[in-house]
Structures are given as structure tokens and as C-alpha cells.
């Protein structure tokens, strides 16, 4: 029987991960309600909390590393995040 090489199933399928957090210069109301919230709750020694957004994208099998870390990059930088408050991390596996 020949294994199955559909999307979801091929051996060299890519995904790619990208990370977004707000500047650290840029105010986080959401990262200071979780940050009070944990020590209100007696979790002591947290010093920042930063709330962000995990993105996740599947290349298609075949899909060129390089191109697709150049064009990843370059949507996160023009659509996925706001560079102006916001940085960003891009993975590719």
C-alpha cells in the first residue's frame, strides 16, 4: 500500500509560525489586567505580562523555505502586525 501524501499527511509539508507581542515601550492594558489578576490570585514574583497573538499558516508541500520566509515576512510586517506598536517573530518548520 503506498502512504497517503495529501496535505495534511506529506512528509515535507512546512508550517510556518508567527509570534506577535507589543512593544515594550508600547502600554499592554491587557498584559497589566493579567499581571494584577495573577497576584491578586497569590502568584507572587510576576513582573510583566504581555498579551500578544500566535498565528499559524500550512505551506503547501513543495514550497520554497527561502520564498516563503521573504513573503511570510512581508505579510506579517504589512498586515498581520502593526509595526508601529507591535514586534514579531516568524518561524518556519
Known sequence: ?????????????????????????VLDPQGKTVQTALEHMGYTGVTGVHIGKYIEIDLAPGTDKA????????AAHKLLSNPVIEDYRLEIE
Open 1 to 25: 500500500m503506498l502512504p497517503n501524501f495529501s496535505r495534511e499527511n506529506h512528509p515535507f509539508r512546512m508550517k510556518a509560525k508567527i509570534i506577535i507581542t507589543p512593544k515594550k515601550a
Open 67 to 74: 520564498a516563503a520566509t521573504k513573503a511570510i515576512n512581508d
